[in-house]
């Protein structure tokens, strides 16, 4: 119940003022990957040196006030630690309530592995393993040979858990909008008791600092109809994601219209990003670095306190970002405004 309450008291709270530390966090914990998407170059990044447990372990005693946290890559699996970066992560932060897990599915073992230790943990997770049209598209588009057949594998090994909530994940891109009602058909062959609240869908944006894909143009402004309709079918099922689902769509023909972000966003207010590098930024799209965590011996709120981080916010609301409406920034944005429109 702790836990419930801190969210909601987090939630009233970015409603009105500025959060002393963010109670959402999406967190990249390595940009390593073994998919070679088209419409993300992740994978094209040099290695670097990611940030080791017992960094992490500090970063995370330093937010104390976390209640949802996104973990994503890169591919989640290919982090050696990734059961010890998990067991830090929820030693540290007892109010987690979301735990959010992006995954390409392509190393199904591994993935029922994870989500095996997570539960031993009493945390429940939100998985989406990710999944962009049918058979030859998806692995055209992913660059890689059965990416197909091992994301529906992972799919339905991880929906042995009954108490997790695991989606398919499809991001519209001008690359497959097209295609996705054949891959909404072949899912409903391939999958027992497929149904459509078992998708969740996102727009395609583009990121230098994150997807590591500016110049590639995936938008698909020129759909919004077809993109509201793949969106609405996700609406059955779980009610707080019914509820963000809905708001989130009334939000896509605002966005796409070139009007940047429909409601007040909170990056920098309740939310950031973290790279596997200890970089913080206000959010995956909007690449201005606010510091690098081992300039302050991995005091998160050092940075989020500092002086860059007020000018990138008074930047923020300045609407000098690069703008977006992806459901990892809209959901707490939506939440943020519940009140205080
Ligand atoms: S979209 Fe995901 S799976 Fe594809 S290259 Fe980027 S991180 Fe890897
Ligand atoms: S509106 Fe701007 S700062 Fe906010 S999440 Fe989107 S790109 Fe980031």
């Not at 963000?244 to 009334?250: D, H, Q, T, V």
Request: aromatic share 10%; net charge positive.
């Amino acid at each position: 119940m702790h836990k419930k309450m801190a969210f909601i008291k987090n939630i009233l709270a970015s409603n009105f003022t500025r959060l002393q530390s963010p109670y959402k966090i999406t967190f990249a914990v390595t940009y390593k990957c073994n998919l070679k998407c088209k419409i993300c170059k992740i994978w094209q990044n040099p290695p670097q040196r990611e940030v080791g447990i017992e960094e992490i372990e500090r970063i995370f005693k330093s937010l104390s006030n976390l209640s949802w946290i996104d973990l994503t890559g890169g591919e989640i699996t290919l982090r050696e630690e990734i059961i010890e970066i998990i067991k830090v992560i929820i030693k540290n932060s007892d109010k987690i309530l979301i735990f959010h897990i992006s995954t390409n599915g392509q190393l199904p073992d591994k993935m029922f592995l994870i989500v095996k230790e997570i539960l031993k943990l009493d945390v429940v997770p939100f998985i989406n393993v990710s999944i962009d049209g049918p058979q030859l598209i998806n692995d055209r588009l992913r660059g890689v040979n059965g990416a197909y057949e091992a994301s529906l594998e992972t799919f339905n090994k991880l929906k042995q858990f009954t108490k997790i909530h695991c989606y398919l994940s499809c991001t519209l891109s001008n690359f497959n909008i097209n295609s996705v009602d054949d891959l909404l058909s072949a899912l409903k062959k391939e999958i027992q008791n497929f149904d459509f609240s078992d998708m969740h869908f996102n727009i395609f944006h583009a990121s230098a600092h994150y997807y590591n894909n500016h110049g590639i143009d995936g938008s698909v402004n020129s759909n919004p109809g077809m993109i509201k309709n793949y969106l609405s079918l996700c609406k059955k099922g779980h009610s707080v994601k019914v509820f963000l689902e809905n708001e989130y769509l009334k939000g896509v023909d605002y966005f796409l219209q070139g009007n940047k972000f429909p409601v007040k966003c909170q990056a920098l207010n309740a939310t950031c990003f973290i790279d596997p590098f200890g970089r913080i930024y206000p959010c995956g799209m909007y690449s201005e670095v606010l510091g690098e965590l081992s300039s302050c011996n991995f005091d998160f709120k050092k940075i989020w306190n500092s002086e860059k981080s007020s000018q990138i916010r008074r930047s923020i609301q300045a609407k000098k970002c690069p703008g977006c409406w992806s459901p990892c920034e809209a959901y707490p944005a939506i939440l943020g405004c519940l009140i205080n429109r």
